[in-house]
């Protein structure tokens, strides 16, 4: 089991500056700061790191291809959500493993280019992989992109064969 830590690093330093300090013992305080100062978990880090990576790649979309800007969306499947939202996402229609973004824009091969947004040391989870062959089986191409360069080759690539 994780300890969360009780005090955010910011709160913590502000505590040290004063001096009710002093009413905190020694142990007690070593233990809040090491908790505070705790780095996140790996996956917590590889969701900021793909959050950044995803961002990145949309800004160049939009900059480079503003004629499709609204072709190209992000599908929000990832995230936190309590139970009742959860139940009420998938009622709607959500499906687990669908990609990180979606270029709903045909060329001469495929119907629409779906986008998975992994880090380098990402790894596509089972049910994603299911999903990526589903939807090639049906005629899209899928393409998993682990940096902005990735990103932009295969935009690049896919857009080079639409038509008009």
Known sequence: ????????????????NRKELVMISKSTFDIMRAMAEEQPR?????AD?????????VQ?????????????????????RDKVTGAKLKA?????????LILLKSNASHGA??????TGSGKQSEVQGRWQRAIEKDGYKYVLCRSL???MR?????LKDVQG
Not at 42 to 46: F, G, I, L, T
Not at 92 to 100: C, I, M, R, W
């Open 49 to 57: 790191e793909e959050h950044r990576l995803q961002c990145a790649c």
């Open 154 to 158: 295969e935009i690049n690539a896919y």
């Open 92 to 100: 709607e229609g959500v499906l687990a493993g669908v990609a990180d």
């Open 42 to 46: 790996q996956r917590r880090r590889n």
């Open 113 to 118: 280019l779906l986008i998975e947004m992994k």
């Open 1 to 16: 089991m994780q300890v969360r830590p009780l005090l955010s690093p910011q709160i913590l330093k502000e505590i040290t």
């Open 60 to 80: 160049w979309f939009r900059a480079q291809h503003p004629k499709y800007r609204h072709n190209l969306f992000a599908v929000p499947n990832g995230g936190r």
């Open 149 to 151: 360069e990735d990103f």
